[in-house]
């Protein structure tokens, strides 16, 4: 039984009614707005387009007011003595679907990438099977990875993330019994919503030639099935139903498609490769209190590319970017192997810095939960190096005395800036190179510098990690030979198989 319920945002000037309030009774949320918030909506509809557009990122990063992911509480919570548990993915959603505006929602690949977006400040994410196909099998989109390693990479996503994720259920995996449980176990992977199309098998992206899809009775049976699945689950998941009809067969069958879905109870309609705003805002059209969702494919896909105000101004509700973060990480690492097969890095502006990398990835917060946890009986501690290479002398002095504690310990030579011993134990010239400086310099064939920057000349490993074509010069030969001078000197200077000439100074 459908249940039809406009809510109203009200403000001074006009009423708008949200899109998604047409859901089944059981899963009918009204929606509650503030003043504020009507403000918002009043001010983004009437404004002029810059004024809009500036205002559209508050309305979509308003769910949360950090970009930073919002932390899990604590499994006590559980028992009642810490905040309640976090909302069911699917319930943020379906709130997410009820809120003014449209929303965004990038399409992640890996648990790395699903941290990414949330981090960014979206209120939910996409799973790719384009790009999920490409990351874990290097293979195209076009039915060849499996159900088991979807549902296996889509768990991953969502145990990495706070915010709702919308999963790609492909076509199902068959027939409609297929369909009811490839929708309980992404229920029991903690998915918010599914995406199913209705596709033949092997299923393919849609933008690509060639799509086939299943009779009308089948395509409507596999969204029933969906339902029935949700029902059986005691869940709430967000059936999003998607038809490949417009390439597959014609643009009117793709909209018969789609009403039909609508009265079967999905909860997000989805014509995939629609091929211009009128025919993007037809399909809107129908069905108009079930949310529309579009698919902006980057790089040259069917669908035109709008901006997210035309496409609240078209009718749509959610909007997927397929390929924005494969398409830049095939770019990056291109980049980076061509600079390195180049001999040298990729350059510090291309990447990270190492601690920008451990912050992502999460080592500052492991190693403070990690303190909650330490104890004094039997505890082996363990410090951390320092990068001031000055602090070596004091930790070798230490491990002599343990040298002379325990005769089993390996003997290890350690390397100080006052000075350096060979095996008979003399004092070598090497010694005085720590109080000097080496300066790296990389200039591009087009004249621009391209690196320039300054080491302690004692760490020859770090120039090689710089510069990978330096790892076959005698780099100790030239600075012994450059020790005793006083003033700079160039020591290095020759172009790499990019033509790049790279420079290494002695100062």
């Known amino acids: 039984m459908l249940k039809a319920s406009a809510a109203v945002i009200k ?7 949200t899109l998604s309030s047409f859901h089944r009774q059981a899963h009918s949320t009204p929606l509650s707005s503030s003043s504020s918030s009507s403000l918002i909506v009043s001010n983004f509809k009437s404004g002029s387009p810059l004024q809009r557009l500036l205002l559209l990122p508050k309305m979509s990063t308003s769910f949360h007011s950090s970009t930073e ?11 009642g003595d810490q905040a309640p548990l976090p909302e069911a993915p699917a319930k943020v959603l379906r709130r997410i679907l009820d809120s003014p505006g449209v929303h965004q929602g990038p399409a992640c690949f890996d648990a790395l990438s699903a941290q990414l977006v949330e981090r960014a400040g979206f209120q939910y994410c996409f799973t790719s099977g384009f790009s999920i196909s490409a990351a874990r099998l290097g293979l195209p989109d076009v039915g060849l990875i499996s159900y088991g390693e979807m549902l296996d990479q889509g768990r991953q996503i969502t145990q990495a993330v706070s915010i709702p994720v919308i999963g790609d259920g492909d076509n199902g995996y068959g027939n409609a019994m297929n369909v009811k449980r490839t929708v309980k176990d992404f229920i029991r992977a903690g998915f918010a919503g599914i995406i199913l199309e209705d596709q033949v098998s092997p299923k393919a992206c849609g933008h690509t030639r060639g799509r086939k899809v299943v009779s009308r009775e089948e395509a409507v049976m596999r969204i029933k099935a969906a339902i029935d699945a949700r029902k059986e689950t005691g869940s709430d998941i967000v059936i999003v139903a998607r038809t490949d009809s417009r390439q ?9 498609r789609s009403r039909a879905f609508a009265s079967a109870g999905a909860d997000v309609l989805f014509i995939d490769a629609l091929s211009s705003r009128e025919e993007m805002k037809a399909f809107c059209e129908i069905a108009p209190f079930v949310p529309k969702m579009a698919n902006m494919l980057e790089g040259g896909g069917k669908t035109p590319i709008l901006n997210p105000i035309e496409l609240e101004d078209v ?21 980076a192997l061509r600079a390195i097969k180049g001999g040298r890095i990729p350059s510090p502006g291309s990447m990270p810095t190492f601690e920008e990398i451990k912050e992502t990835l999460g080592f500052n917060s492991y190693y403070e939960e990690e303190k909650r946890y330490a104890t004094s009986t039997g505890q082996v501690s363990w410090q951390r190096a320092s990068s001031n290479t000055y602090s070596s002398q004091q930790r070798a002095q230490d491990d002599t005395q343990q040298r002379g504690q325990n005769s089993q310990d390996p003997v ?6 006052d000075a350096y011993y060979g095996p008979d134990g003399s004092k070598v010239p090497f010694a005085g190179i720590w109080s000097r400086t080496l300066r790296i310099k990389i200039t591009g064939r087009d004249g621009i510098d391209k690196l320039d ?3 302690p000349a004692g760490f020859l490993e ?6 990978p074509a330096l790892g076959g010069v005698n780099i100790k030969e030239l600075l012994d030979d450059a020790a005793e001078e006083l003033g700079g000197k160039l020591l290095i200077d020759f172009n790499d198989a990019m033509g790049d000439r790279i420079q290494v100074f002695l100062e």
Do not use: C, H
């Open 453 to 455: 920057v300054r080491i």
């Open 248 to 256: 597959a067969v014609s643009f009117d069958e793709s909209l018969w």
């Open 412 to 417: 290890v030579e350690v390397l100080t800036p």
């Open 69 to 79: 992911p919002r932390p899990i509480p604590p499994l006590s919570a559980a028992y």
């Open 315 to 335: 009718g749509y509700k959610i909007v997927v970017y397929p390929l924005s973060l494969i398409g830049v990480s095939i770019r990056a690492m291109q980049d």
């Open 11 to 17: 403000s001074p000037n006009f009423s708008i009614p």
């Open 462 to 467: 770090g120039i090689t990690n710089i510069v």
